[in-house]
């Protein structure tokens, strides 16, 4: 609690959760119809991070019970059908609607007030696009949906068969073909669907990014004073502009397939390789579009709280773009093992080793910005160098895999399970929670239970290394991964990572409660210097504006 306020002005503001203190907000309607028809960027920016958080939860809840199916060597307590359902729906949960939408909405609320910019280019479309995404993710998961309302209605005694015609879909979040073609579930044809509107909803926020970041710029950012954040927002806002309609093509044509007898992925049309390529030509651009933003977010917070500037700016952002153009040529490391021509695969070899480089200029860059500086271990920063560590093992586990003899060993083994863990669960997940913990205060107008959010993110590095350590080692032995049951020998360290999983878990539960008890009773920001960034003059734009908003409601309580 900071001094200078008398207690009757100790109400929480700025930050938009109290809303209505600036002319046009006061004329927002109130209750769910505000949410709704809002269409301000800050508010459709809480949306996308309440539905990312819903999302994350269910999709974590899958995690959850996949780990608790591998306690035992042998199935159950949940049969093989329902385990190839959990680790599809988890995988295109995790990907498609937490990490995406989270991010977007994180770009939502803060990108206009970095560039000083009034709102989004398009507040419509910005909505629009906001609201295809909770009917796009009910599709993926209606079959769980109808199910569980077929079994509360026979519990009441009446039975509707036909609820139960959509089976959770099994296909793996690749949905390689021969396999989506000739399951008769239904339920892959909706969660086809979904994928596609989901997409739709990916690329019109895109658009809306890159418009946005080029035209609605104060006068004073210019493209060398553009924030980092922003940098990698637009860089990948770009990779989604070339990646998704791909996806999006790729799954007409797989329902066409499905549907209506054309032979894009059979034998004797285009074959079940043509979907491998075509699904990795947007797959690996997208592990990019997922961890560019998380990078954006570490190389934004780390400075904050280690005393000093970003170490070498420019590299950050030139490695930024070397990452995004090359991130469209290395597809085919998805495919060294289905006997594609070893000279093409060698040469994508060569680009998926050079990706490493730009990556490793980051790291280093983040380095050096520690180094000698004053580092400040709170929650986010704790959350920052956890990342970076992560993401070290991630990235080196990468280039092992990209090296064709070793992938020859270790494809579909939980060696590469463990591989883009460290990365998605990570830095990318750590990078979410370092900026939920960085920006709480600007948008709640509280603060948090700072030890709480330690305890939180110990939990989360030492479960993450637990978990996924334990892949690589049981993968490097020969584990192979997507199977329900596994061999004796493996049972210990499977075990061990079902602890570590629910480490992480835990770590979750302490976040989701520190996040909404401390909105409803946490102390009150009074000054918008929180984190006292005025000292290493890093009090950056969207601080500003916090401060000036603390300063509007004052006047207004003061009657000025
Ligand atoms: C340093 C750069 C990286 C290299 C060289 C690299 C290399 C590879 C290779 C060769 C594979 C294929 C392994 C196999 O299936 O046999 C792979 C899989 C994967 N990587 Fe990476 N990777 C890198 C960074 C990343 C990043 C940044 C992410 C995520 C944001 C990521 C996510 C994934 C995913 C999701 C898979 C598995 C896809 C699947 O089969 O389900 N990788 N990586
Ligand atoms: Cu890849």
Known sequence: MRNGWPPTLA????GYLLGGETETENEKPSGLFRW???????DIGIMYIVFATATALWGGTDAMMIRTELLTPGAGPWDPVTYNALFTTHGLTMLLFFVTPAFTGIGNYFLPLLLGADDMAYPRINAIAFWILPPAYLLVRAGLITEIIAKALAVIGFSITSLFALQPPGTGWTMYTPLTTQMVNPQIDLMLLGLHLSGIATLLAAINFIVTIFTERSDDVSWSTLDIFSWTMLTTSGLILFA???????????????NFGTTFFTVDGGGPLLWQHLFWFFGHPEVYILVLPAFGLVSLILPKFSGRKLFGFKFIVYSTLAIGVLSFGVWAHHMFTTGIDPRIRASFMAVSVAIAIPSAVKTFNWMTTMWEGHIRLTAPMLFCIGGIGTFIIGGVTGVFLAAIPIDLLYHDTYYVVGHFHFIVVGIITFAAFAASYYWYPLLTGRMYDQLLAKVHAWLSIVGTVIAFGLMLINGALGLPRRYATYPEQFASLQQMMTIGAFL???GVIIWLYNMIQ???????????????LKSIDQFTREWQWFEERLEERRRKIRGE
């Not at 109400?11 to 700025?14: F, I, Q």
């Open 11 to 14: 109400v929480p503001d700025g």
């Open 36 to 42: 709704v028809t809002s269409v301000d960027h800050k």
């Open 244 to 258: 998704f309609p791909l996806l999006g093509s790729a799954l007409i044509m797989l329902l066409l397939d499905r």
């Open 504 to 506: 992480i878990f835990a």
């Open 518 to 532: 401390s909105y409803r009773i946490g102390p009150v920001v009074m000054d918008a210097d929180v984190w006292n």
